[in-house]
């Protein structure tokens, strides 16, 4: 394989997408109390599936430069560490703080560093296909089999399969947004209309049930990560913007650790206050560029090596 030229404003969509992530572990009904569950539809279309599609792409870069010893040691160990680091402390906080209980919209109970898991599986098993099979159509039809086959066994076993799935046609993608914004409008068209005309396809009940309306979900997503990417292509963003979004998504990992702690002190105090909402997303943004900034100095080293 020939390696291209990185494109930049893929950590731009990445960037915009770990935003979208944090924004939606928030309290944003206030904002369209009668359009919750669209504005849900629009979030959840454009943040995790945009993350895993956008770092499948990501890996390709990764997979033609460095040797497998390197690969495991710069993405999957590194991933898989933090998952268990960050695990293991999220839940100590969790316990601590809220007593184990977490009422909140949008919260799963300790499934917050399921991303990190799922993340870790998808370099895992693209790295593993790649060197065991060369046929990346055999590769793909395994992948179908364990996504359906994993949701019988259960719904955190289909998702798992699915997102590495998703991270898969993310790496194999050439030309990330070539021909797919028709379908993708077609799609996202219908699927505004099944929400709203028949009452069926709500978001939040979907994304935990196995089965078609969640494959049709994934299919939306994916698209809105073409059509998300596309955007930012045709967009010029101010210097300032540009390179904070870029930054966010170079460094998404530290910034989907970090917004979950920030979160859980900030439930303490209370989890129905927009003004509170608004400023636990202020200091979401804006937290993990102080502690890099604070990188020089002896205790900022030592926080930066925890991602």
Not at 27 to 38: G, I, Q, Y
Not at 112 to 122: A, I, K
Request: aromatic content about 18%; glycine content about 6%; proline content about 1%.
């Amino acid at each position: 394989m020939t390696q291209d030229a990185r494109d930049e404003s893929l950590d731009i969509a990445k960037g915009i997408a770990e935003i979208l992530v944090i924004f939606s572990h928030l309290n944003f009904a206030w904002l369209a109390p009668k359009t919750e569950n669209v504005l849900m539809l629009i979030l959840v279309s454009l943040h995790n599936t945009a993350f895993f599609f956008i770092s499948g792409y990501l890996f390709r870069y990764s997979f033609e430069k460095y040797t497998l010893g390197k690969l495991v040691k710069k993405k999957m160990y590194t991933i898989f560490r933090l998952f268990i680091l960050w695990g293991i402390i999220l839940g100590v906080v969790h316990m601590l703080l809220l007593k184990g209980q977490l009422s909140y919209h949008f919260f799963e109970s300790f499934n917050s560093v399921w991303f990190l898991g799922e993340l870790s599986v998808g370099y895992f098993l693209i790295v593993c296909f790649k060197k065991i099979v060369h046929s990346d159509a055999i590769i793909s039809a395994i992948w179908i089999l364990l996504m359906v086959a994993g949701t019988f066994i259960s719904t955190a076993v289909g998702k798992l399969f699915l997102f590495s799935f998703i991270m898969w046609l993310g790496f194999q993608v050439r030309n990330i947004t070539s021909k797919y914004l028709r379908i993708y409008a077609a799609i996202w068209g219908l699927t505004i209309v099944v929400l709203q005309i028949s009452g069926h396809f709500i978001v939040s009940e979907v994304s935990m049930q196995p089965g078609y309306k969640l494959l049709m979900l994934e299919v939306l997503e994916i698209y809105s990560s073409v059509f998300l990417i596309k955007m930012v292509k045709a967009v010029r963003f101010g210097d300032l913007i540009s390179g904070f979004l870029t930054y966010v998504g170079k460094t998404s990992i530290k910034y989907y650790v970090l917004h979950f702690i920030i979160i859980y002190l900030f439930l303490t105090f209370d989890n129905n206050s927009p003004v509170l909402s608004f400023l636990c997303f202020v200091i979401c943004l804006i937290f993990p560029y102080i502690i890099d900034k604070f990188s020089k100095y002896k205790y900022g080293k030592w926080i930066n090596s925890l991602f």
